[in-house]
């Protein structure tokens, strides 16, 4: 998720599990700090690999097992801080480090991105798809609550935060199967057997969700509003061409080209879309667009057919067109004419 989440969700935790008689300003910055450390994997560059960055956000960083790391690390450079003012050594500060660390992982594994929390166990991406990256909701009353808690030295408000983003998560875990289940019910009563599937939540709600299944070779795309104790309602969105190892204009074999499209895939799970345009292809990442009805991919790899590595570009995709955000406002507000209703 987001920064400033990490940032109220290490002072929570720091709070909660500090040592009694220990300073509780040192606990929540050591909290602070080791929740936001795993993401220093946006420093880790290599020229010449347009790919570097899906390869290790979320990776080794993000694992159970450097948590470990984080926390020393944090504790640390916290008692560094305030050696001169409270008598407070890093092994104090080491369990709140711990507690800070590991609110960042399980917070990023609520999300659809896919964080790697059992490396070097396995490599595999766990996202629960329950949470959006950003949600208001989710982080404003946190975030108040984690303020609050530290210029009050209270552990009982920073309880209440913490239990306020776990009743939020638990609601978007619920929110996730209702929509999953609707879609499901809704594509039975079509006759269509998806070969995958997946729903995710869009920004800042867990209203409206974004809708992905493979079909026939296509990807169909939809939005489904999602409003507790009422029916889901569907629309459909656009569909675009499944990438596959077959496709046509795919670069050579062995090729530099060749070599980043299966990286790329590695990081989507294979849910590659296909597009052929002038003179190139573009394998996007269909589970991720600005719009949940959109099959425009947030990211997607062009590749030229010599397949060399200067044909081969990243193209990162997050611009509006205009009326966006009115359309996603119709779906919101649920006042869009398309919507099916799902019974």
Known sequence: MDNVTHAALGITAGIIVHRRGSSLPAAALAGLLAAEAPDL???IRQSGDP???????????HSFVFMPVWALLSAWITSLFFRRSHIVGWRALFLPGLAGALTHLLCDGCTSYGTMLLWPFNETRYAWDCLPIIDLLATLPLLVLAILAWRRQSV?????GLLWFGAYALLGVWQHARAEQSLRTWLAQKNIEPERLAVKPTISNLIVWRAVWLHDGRWQVAALRNVPFTDTRLVIGESRAAWTAFSAGNPPPNSEGAHVVADFSRFTGGWNSYEV??????VGDIRFAMLPTSSEPLWSVRCAPGGSLADTTLIMDRGLKEGDWGRLGTLLLGSDPRFIVIK
């Open 277 to 282: 345009l002038p003179g190139t292809i573009s």
């Open 156 to 160: 009982r408000l920073a309880s209440y």
């Open 41 to 43: 994997d946006v420093f």
């Open 51 to 61: 790919l570097v960055a899906f390869r290790w956000h979320r990776h080794f960083t």
